[in-house]
């Protein structure tokens, strides 16, 4: 199988390759903004598309949709192709799908709440020890009940249902709090502020539909519209981290492979583990670590290498790095870090080219035969056939217009779950409480006499035992007898007292 030309080296004049059967073996693209890093992950994902392999990426700042028109094919780049030796370099387009969490820019993006999971969720909701323990006992609730948690909605029912039973749910969960309840709802509502409402219910996202391959061989590449979703770190790092989760948890074992099932390119990678908690860093690893034996290479893209953990970093066998300029202390270690992590080329001193590296230019290495890393090399990288910008709405509405999923995500589903069965228990329980009495009972549970519904017989039981409006003979005799009674008893009771005292 051809490997994927990711430009000439300029050191050393030769092709520079990424082969497909170490795709799995992750990888990383990093520079300074404007060096060239869109136009790499561009690149690379034509490369594995053009091989059948699928792909799914962000588009931070609405430039990877390009991938879905044709470049102008233009001098410059048709020259800058036979330069880097691109056979049969020509403009085309990408089978691209277009994909949004908030549904405008691409089909719609969503998971339920029981898939997301109590942890996942708890860290989109920022929430602390105690609260997300909180959370655990309400979906073990919500799983013992029998109770679906699909949308917002769902979760707040169960929240409510926590509240209202705080003291039974403490007993035998764990204690619950009212600040801890409160503190949840909270979140929810930043939440459902920051457009995440539309994030979860039905459809969920199905694994095979960003696996597709299209008629004609390609893979199609996913793109999720992101230039918004980024002003939400923690939504989009967890959603990216969840999506990786599913494909970890529901692909099977295949081992080593001639190409990956799926390129999975993730961008401002950084955003994944700021402030992420050690148990979520720890996840991310294992992650990473083990997914590739279910065939999914993994490409995380940011401005410094050292935005990835050390545990992490290790994982990347195959290394992009654009130019770093070393304007302060902080880039001066990046460019002594990324210098230190590739393998040495005696022709390249690989420090002093970083800072002066052009656009469009990068220090590459990638494994080779047996897994090898091969030694680093000045590269100049090959330019894409798409379209290297935004496109615009005519075009990306002509692309959505083509997909075959529309029908299956454009429009929500909304079942019964949790919130509509909590309403219905608790409006079955009102009209319970508020129905008239039986037929055959009176006010205060008193059974009346079988009777019928009209005649001598109603006109009888109205004398002797009422009608609701007036009392019956039986009742007034009664009370008569008992007031009587009851007055002689006070009487006897106060002449025993008063009574001795006279003479």
Same mark, same amino acid.
């Given at each position: 199988?051809?490997?994927i030309?990711?430009?000439?080296?300029?050191t050393d004049?030769?092709?520079?390759?990424?082969?497909?059967?170490?795709?799995?073996?992750?990888?990383?693209?990093?520079?300074?903004?404007?060096?060239g890093? @869109?136009?790499?992950?561009?690149?690379?994902?034509?490369?594995?598309?053009?091989l059948?392999?699928?792909?799914?990426m962000?588009d931070?700042?609405?430039?990877?949709?390009?991938?879905?028109?044709?470049?102008?094919?233009?001098?410059?780049?048709?020259?800058?192709?036979?330069e880097?030796?691109?056979?049969?370099?020509?403009p085309?387009? /990408?089978?691209?799908?277009?994909?949004?969490?908030y549904g405008?820019?691409g089909?719609?993006?969503?998971?339920?709440?029981?898939?997301?999971?109590?942890?996942?969720?708890?860290?989109? +909701?920022?929430l602390?020890?105690?609260?997300?323990g909180?959370?655990?006992?309400?979906?073990?609730?919500?799983?013992?009940?029998?109770?679906?948690?699909?949308?917002?909605?769902?979760?707040?029912?169960?929240?409510? %249902?926590?509240?209202?039973e705080?003291?039974?749910?403490?007993?035998? =969960? &764990?204690?619950?709090?009212?600040?801890?309840?409160?503190?949840?709802?909270?979140?929810?509502?930043?939440?459902?502020?920051?457009?995440?409402?539309?994030f979860?219910?039905?459809?969920? +996202?199905?694994?095979?539909?960003?696996?597709?391959?299209?008629?004609?061989?390609?893979?199609?590449?996913?793109?999720?519209?992101?230039?918004?979703?980024?002003?939400?770190?923690?939504? =989009?790092a @967890?959603?990216?981290?969840?999506?990786?989760?599913?494909l970890?948890?529901?692909?099977?074992?295949?081992g080593?492979?001639?190409?990956?099932? %799926?390129?999975?390119?993730?961008?401002?990678?950084?955003?994944?583990f700021?402030?992420?908690?050690?148990?979520?860093?720890?996840?991310?690893?294992?992650?990473?670590?083990?997914?590739? /034996?279910?065939?999914?290479?993994?490409?995380?893209? /940011?401005?410094?290498?050292?935005?990835?953990?050390?545990?992490?970093?290790?994982?990347?066998?195959?290394?992009?790095?654009h130019?770093?300029?070393?304007?302060?202390?902080?880039?001066?270690?990046?460019?002594?870090?990324?210098a230190?992590?590739?393998?040495?080329?005696?022709?390249?001193?690989?420090?002093?080219?970083?800072?002066?590296?052009g656009?469009?230019?990068? %220090?590459?290495?990638? +494994?080779q035969?047996?897994?090898?890393?091969?030694?680093?090399?000045?590269?100049?990288?090959?330019p894409?056939?798409?379209?290297?910008?935004?496109?615009?709405?005519?075009?990306?509405?002509?692309?959505?217009?083509?997909?075959? %999923?529309?029908?299956?995500?454009d429009?929500?589903?909304?079942r019964? /779950?949790?919130?509509?069965?909590?309403?219905?228990?608790?409006?079955?329980?009102?009209?319970?409480?508020?129905?008239?009495?039986?037929?055959?009972?009176?006010a205060?549970?008193?059974?009346?006499?079988?009777?019928?519904?009209?005649?001598f &017989?109603?006109?009888?039981?109205?004398?002797?035992f009422?009608?609701?409006?007036?009392?019956?003979?039986?009742?007034?005799?009664?009370?008569?007898?008992?007031?009587?009674?009851?007055?002689?008893?006070?009487?006897?009771?106060?002449?025993?007292?008063?009574?001795?005292?006279?003479?």
């Open positions: 199988m051809d490997p030309l990711l430009g000439k080296g300029l004049d030769i092709p520079v390759t990424l082969l497909p059967r170490y795709g799995n073996r992750h990888g990383l693209v990093a520079g300074a903004t404007g060096t890093k @869109t136009v790499t992950l561009m690149t690379l994902a034509e490369g594995f598309s053009r059948g392999v699928p792909v799914f962000a931070v700042k609405g430039d990877v949709a390009g991938l879905a028109v044709a470049g102008d094919g233009n001098e410059k780049l048709r020259q800058r192709a036979a880097i030796g691109v056979a049969g370099y020509a085309e387009a /990408s089978p691209v799908l277009f994909w949004d969490l405008k820019l089909h719609p993006v969503r998971t339920t709440v029981s898939e997301m999971g109590p942890t996942l969720l708890g860290r989109i +909701l920022e602390n020890d105690t609260q997300a909180v959370l655990d006992i309400v979906f073990k609730l919500a799983d013992d009940r029998g109770l679906l948690l699909l949308d917002l909605d769902d979760l707040r029912a169960l929240l409510n %249902l926590v509240a209202e705080r003291k039974d749910v403490s007993t035998e =969960y &764990g204690l619950v709090s009212a600040q801890s309840v409160a503190a949840i709802q909270r979140a929810l509502l930043r939440l459902s502020q920051d457009g995440g409402e539309g979860f219910g039905e459809p969920a +996202l199905e694994l095979a539909d960003i696996m597709r391959v299209g008629p004609d061989g390609r893979g199609v590449i996913g793109i999720l519209a992101a230039d918004q979703l980024i002003l939400k770190p923690r939504l =989009y @967890t959603f990216l981290l969840w999506l990786l989760s599913e970890f948890e529901n692909l099977p074992e295949v080593d492979l001639d190409k990956p099932k %799926l390129a999975f390119i993730f961008d401002e990678a950084h955003l994944l700021d402030d992420a908690p050690a148990a979520l860093q720890q996840r991310i690893e294992q992650v990473v670590r083990l997914i590739r /034996s279910k065939g999914v290479g993994v490409y995380f893209c /940011s401005q410094f290498p050292d935005d990835v953990p050390d545990n992490i970093l290790g994982q990347l066998g195959n290394r992009v790095q130019a770093l300029r070393a304007y302060t202390p902080r880039d001066q270690k990046a460019v002594k870090t990324a230190e992590t590739f393998v040495p080329n005696p022709k390249l001193d690989v420090a002093a080219t970083l800072s002066q590296l656009t469009g230019e990068a %220090l590459v290495s990638t +494994l035969d047996k897994g090898v890393p091969s030694p680093v090399q000045q590269t100049r990288i090959a894409p056939r798409c379209r290297m910008g935004a496109i615009s709405a005519a075009e990306r509405a002509q692309v959505r217009a083509a997909s075959v %999923l529309g029908t299956r995500y429009q929500p589903v909304d019964e /779950s949790a919130a509509e069965m909590l309403a219905a228990r608790a409006q079955a329980a009102a009209d319970s409480a508020q129905a008239p009495p039986a037929r055959g009972t009176r205060g549970g008193r059974a009346a006499p079988e009777q019928d519904e009209g005649g &017989g109603k006109a009888v039981s109205d004398v002797l009422g009608n609701g409006r007036r009392q019956g003979v039986i009742e007034a005799s009664s009370k008569q007898a008992a007031r009587t009674i009851t007055n002689q008893i006070v009487r006897g009771i106060l002449g025993g007292i008063f009574g001795g005292k006279r003479r």
